[in-house]
T-cell receptor
Framework: AQKITQTQPGMFVQEKEAVTLDCTYDTSDQSYGLFWYKQPSSGEMIFLIYQGSYDEQNATEGRYSLNFQKARKSANLVISASQLGDSAMYFCAMREGDNYGQNFVFGPGTRLSVLP | ETGVTQTPRHLVMGMTNKKSLKCEQHLGHNAMYWYKQSAKKPLELMFVYSLEERVENNSVPSRFSPECPNSSHLFLHLHTLQPEDSALYLC??????????????FGPGTRLTVL
C-alpha cells in the first residue's frame, strides 16, 4: 500500500495566487515527521517545510505553510503569492518513528506550473 | 565546497562498463542515502548508511554496490547495468538518531544513461 499519496499529478496556478498541493499519508506510528521538498528542472531536491506529528501548530516557512489535519492524515502544502520560480515538482515525504527510522518515504510528486 | 556534492553530474556508459558515482557531504552528518529517480516513478530508496551501519533494500540488483568508507563519503559502484537503469541518482545526507525533524539534504544528482 502507498504510504504517501499525492493525487494531483499536475497543477496550474496564476502568478500571485495561492495554491494548495495535496498529500495524504498512511502510518500506524504515533510519532512521525512530514516533509515537503521542491525539485526544479535542475534536479536538486530542496527542503521546504517540516511538520512533526506532535506539533500543535501548523508549520510555516515564509510563503509556505502546511495544513496539517492529523485525524484525516493529510499534510497539504499551501504556497501563497505564487511566483514563476515556484514552477517545479513538489514531493511530500514521511519519516516514521520506529527505531529513529532514518528512511524517508516519498510520494509520487505534483508538478506545479505557475502561469504569468 | 558546501552541502552535498555529487560527481559526475552526467554519465553515459555501456552495459559492459564499470563506473562509480561519488557523493560527499560537508555538513557533519552521519547518515547517507542513495536514491534512484526514474521518469514517472516515485523516488526509490536504494541504500542507507547510518552510524556506520548499512541498511540495504533487498530489491536492489547486485549490479549496484554501495561503499561508505567514512561518514562524509558515499560511492555507488556500477557494473553490467541495463538500459532500464538509466535514471537520476540522488545522494542525500542527514543527522541520524537525533529526532524526526532532521531533514535530508540532497545533492544535485547524477544523470545516468545506459546504452
Amino acid at each position: 500500500a502507498q504510504k504517501i499519496t499525492q493525487t494531483q499529478p499536475g497543477m496550474f496556478v496564476q502568478e500571485k495566487e495561492a495554491v494548495t498541493l495535496d498529500c495524504t499519508y498512511d502510518t500506524s506510528d504515533q510519532s512521525y515527521g512530514l516533509f515537503w521538498y521542491k525539485q526544479p528542472s535542475s534536479g536538486e531536491m530542496i527542503f521546504l517545510i517540516y511538520q512533526g506529528s506532535y506539533d500543535e501548530q501548523n508549520a510555516t516557512e515564509g510563503r509556505y505553510s502546511l495544513n496539517f489535519q492529523k485525524a484525516r492524515k493529510s499534510a497539504n502544502l499551501v504556497i501563497s503569492a505564487s511566483q514563476l520560480g515556484d514552477s517545479a515538482m513538489y514531493f511530500c515525504a514521511m519519516r516514521e518513528g520506529d527505531n529513529y527510522g532514518q528512511n524517508f518515504v516519498f510520494g509520487p510528486g505534483t508538478r506545479l506550473s505557475v502561469l504569468p | 565546497e558546501t552541502g552535498v556534492t555529487q560527481t559526475p553530474r552526467h554519465l553515459v556508459m555501456g552495459m559492459t562498463n564499470k563506473k562509480s558515482l561519488k557523493c560527499e557531504q560537508h555538513l557533519g552528518h552521519n547518515a547517507m542515502y542513495w536514491y534512484k529517480q526514474s521518469a514517472k516513478k516515485p523516488l526509490e530508496l536504494m541504500f542507507v548508511y547510518s552510524l556506520e551501519e548499512r541498511v540495504e533494500n533487498n530489491s536492489v540488483p547486485s549490479r549496484f554496490s554501495p561503499e561508505c568508507p567514512n561518514s562524509s563519503h558515499l560511492f555507488l559502484h556500477l557494473h553490467t547495468l541495463q538500459p532500464e537503469d538509466s535514471a537520476l541518482y540522488l545522494c542525500a545526507s542527514s543527522q541520524a538518531r537525533t529526532g524526526l525533524g532532521n531533514e535530508q539534504f540532497f545533492g544535485p544528482g547524477t544523470r545516468l544513461t545506459v546504452l
